[in-house]
């Protein structure tokens, strides 16, 4: 759930692409990529949580369902961003493809771009306490500050190092 608390900015989904400004609520789905631009020189601000699905089908305890969730898990605990679709299949029990194929069904993105997306929200988290960028970066799982820098511009629209000393003033 992503609060826009001021200026303006275009959200970039798989299928749409919308502004938003101050006052509005969106909600993303777990797992879809997402990112947000500036729409002018302004900038914005924002907020975001993490929150548990309101409602839950009849198939919430399917085998598909809990693959989802064994994969996501996997990656979530992997100290690198090195994704090792063979070696996530073989602990869930399952062929490379098969699980490639259901993650993508159920995320619509791939188990690497969903991985990239979790580091980077790691990252984010990091130096929201101030943590130094280099340190955000290799705690994360990233290579290098500079590749933490790509994906993270790639992601929220401005750099690690941007991020920070925003959060630090409206701290």
């Not at 605990?77 to 259901?102: I, Y």
């Not at 997306?117 to 984010?124: G, I, Q, S, T």
């Not at 994906?151 to 409206?170: D, L």
Request: proline share 4%; glycine share 8%; hydrophobic share 45%.
């Amino acid at each position: 759930i992503v609060q826009v608390l001021g200026g303006r900015a275009r959200l970039r989904l798989p299928m749409t692409c919308r502004e938003v400004a101050a006052g509005d609520t969106i909600v993303v789905p777990a797992g879809v990529i997402h990112r947000f631009e500036p729409v002018d020189g302004s900038g914005w601000a924002f907020t975001s949580r993490f929150a548990p699905s309101a409602t839950k089908n009849a198939s919430s305890g399917s085998s598909r369902d809990a693959l989802g969730a064994r994969a996501r898990a996997l990656l979530a605990g992997r100290p690198s961003l090195h994704t090792d679709v063979e070696a996530l299949a073989q602990a869930c029990k399952v062929s490379a493809g098969h699980l490639a194929r259901a993650f993508r069904r159920e995320t619509d993105t791939s188990l690497h771009n969903f991985h990239v997306l979790l580091a980077v929200h790691k990252a984010k988290a990091l130096l929201r306490i101030q943590a130094p960028i280099i340190e955000a970066a290799l705690d994360a799982g990233f290579y290098d500050q500079a590749h933490l820098n790509r994906e993270f511009v790639k992601t929220f629209g401005m750099t690690p190092a941007a991020f920070r000393a925003g959060w630090a003033i409206a701290a």
